[in-house]
């Protein structure tokens, strides 16, 4: 047998849709703070690292929520 990954997939009595409604709306969430840590970096992060080094990281990790 080979190693695999298996994915399983939930259907409530409605079907998928209100799973994909509510992932739907934790990504937009987790985008939305992203945009607010964005908005304050120069503010909160010159005293630990550098605000451009942060930038970067947000937009990162700002790809990766995206391909969800």
């Not at 695999?4 to 985008?31: C, R, S």
């Not at 939305?32 to 304050?40: P, S, T, V, W």
């Not at 690292?49 to 929520?65: A, C, G, K, N």
Request: a negative charge.
């Amino acid at each position: 047998m080979g190693v695999g990954i298996t994915i399983v997939v939930y259907l409530t009595q409605n079907g998928m849709i209100p799973l994909m409604t509510k992932l739907k709306v934790m990504k937009d969430k987790a985008l939305k703070l992203l945009d607010e840590i964005e908005a304050n970096v120069s503010t909160c992060c010159a005293i630990t690292m550098e605000p451009d080094e942060v930038l970067v990281m947000i937009e990162q990790l700002r790809d990766e929520i995206n391909k969800l």
